[in-house]
């Protein structure tokens, strides 16, 4: 389902404030959607669509709420402007309570990173920069989707740092996604490695 384009709020925390005191019980992508997607493409639709996977998560709940990500990502790195979604996401509600806690613990942090941010280091932000982000944030949506416990924290941060990069040009912001993903890739290394130190010392004890 092509969503329609509306005009988008001067800021994503303003958008975020109107979307907190919301008086509906829960709220569909395809609303969601609608109000941020604008003249900044789709950084905010990244961006409000992360926020139910920037809390520590049980596993297999992940992998529900970061179905969104693994629509819009590809469609990013596909460089579109405009979102499609299906009927059955577009149709897809969240629990609006749980949300707006969300958005209320986040909202001064955001508040403060937008007024830091501005158009910087380009490339990294627009056109092939752009595509990349999106490729990547393809990728960190699929680790969403895994049912690793506890294990959403950096990728979602890097969402939603990239998200922010997007939206405000900012490509300073952008390589803070990049430096997320970064220590996330460490975190899988160092666990792996200490799995395997585990099973070769099991061997040895059999």
């Known amino acids: 389902m092509a969503v329609p384009r509306t005009r988008s709020a001067q800021s994503l ?27 900044n493409g789709l950084g ?20 529900v709420l970061a179905l ?12 579109r402007s405009k979102l499609w979604l299906p009927k059955w996401l577009a149709a897809r509600t969240l629990d609006h309570k749980p ?6 613990r986040i ?8 007024a830091l941010g501005h158009a910087r ?7 092939a920069g752009t595509r990349l ?20 924290l950096f990728p979602a ?9 997007l939206t405000r040009r900012d490509g300073l912001m952008v390589l803070a996604g990049y430096g997320f993903v970064g220590v996330q890739g460490v975190i899988i290394y160092l666990g792996a490695h200490g799995v395997m130190a585990i099973v070769h010392h099991v061997e040895r004890m059999l």
């Open 107 to 114: 909202l001064p942090l955001l508040e403060r990173l937008e």
């Open 68 to 79: 969104p990500l693994l629509v819009v990502a590809p469609q990013i790195a596909l460089g």
């Open 99 to 104: 949300l707006a806690k969300i958005i209320k």
């Open 121 to 127: 280091l380009r490339p990294l932000s627009g056109g």
């Open 157 to 165: 941060l890097a969402l939603g740092m990239f998200a922010l990069g």
């Open 44 to 63: 905010p639709v990244l961006f409000v669509l992360t926020l139910p996977v920037l809390v520590p998560l049980p596993p297999g709940a992940s992998m």
């Open 133 to 152: 982000v999106g490729v990547v944030c393809t990728v960190l949506a699929l680790v969403l989707v895994l049912p690793i416990p506890f294990a959403n």
């Open 13 to 39: 925390s303003g958008g975020l404030g109107v979307l907190m005191r919301s008086r509906k019980a829960r709220l569909s992508v395809g609303e969601i959607v609608k109000r941020f997607e604008g003249t």
